[in-house]
């Protein structure tokens, strides 16, 4: 009885991992339905067509750079390597921060060449799609801040419960990431 139990308690998920994997369910359920929203909404007519400015594409190289680092940190926290994981995880939140600026700076190019939240539905599409998912990023920059207290005010202890923490905002950060990528391809093809 013992030896089943603790099968049972191995192969159980984590509430905290299970509450992040119901959100993420969620959001990916909302962007779902804007992107789908937004080839509804272009198939009507009335549609401007433009092409997305270039600084987009460097958010892209920015979020897949903090994907690695992030990876480099959580991996250096489980093998012990303290610099390394504090470092990267330092990178990770700079690279988070960046994102969000150029994701401004995108906005901005937006408006230059003629593309306003307000001119047509194709620019108040991306505004609000690609708003949507810089206030996500930002939700993970928080869970950076909180991650980054426990590494550099906390003696370093790679600890069951810190790993776990820890590995839900490495899945929520690579999860804000791989949207990101997602959200790109479909503007280009679209």
């Avoid at 139990?5 to 359920?29: C, D, F, T």
């Avoid at 250096?76 to 969000?100: H, I, R, S």
């Avoid at 906390?154 to 999860?175: D, M």
């Amino acid at each position: 009885m013992a030896a089943l139990r603790q099968e049972y308690n191995q192969s159980k998920i984590h509430p905290h991992k299970l509450a992040l994997w119901v959100g993420i369910g969620s959001i990916i359920m909302m962007f779902a339905a804007f992107t789908s929203a937004y080839v509804v909404r272009r198939a009507a007519g009335n549609w401007l067509e433009f092409k997305l400015p270039d600084i987009f594409m460097v958010n892209t190289v920015v979020i897949l750079l903090s994907s690695l680092t992030i990876h480099l940190a959580y991996s250096g926290f489980k093998k012990g390597k303290e610099q390394q994981y504090k470092g990267m995880l330092a990178a990770t939140f700079v690279l988070g921060l960046l994102f969000v600026v150029l994701q401004y700076k995108g906005w901005e190019a937006l408006t230059e060449m003629g593309a306003t939240f307000t001119v047509n539905p194709s620019s108040s599409f991306i505004f609000v799609i690609s708003g949507l998912h810089a206030a996500h990023v930002l939700g993970g920059v928080a869970a950076l801040t909180v991650a980054l207290t426990y590494a550099y005010v906390l003696p370093y202890k790679p600890t069951l419960r810190r790993k776990q923490r820890f590995e839900l905002v490495v899945q929520y950060w690579h999860f804000v990431d791989i949207l990101w990528v997602y959200l790109m391809v479909f503007f280009m093809i679209q």
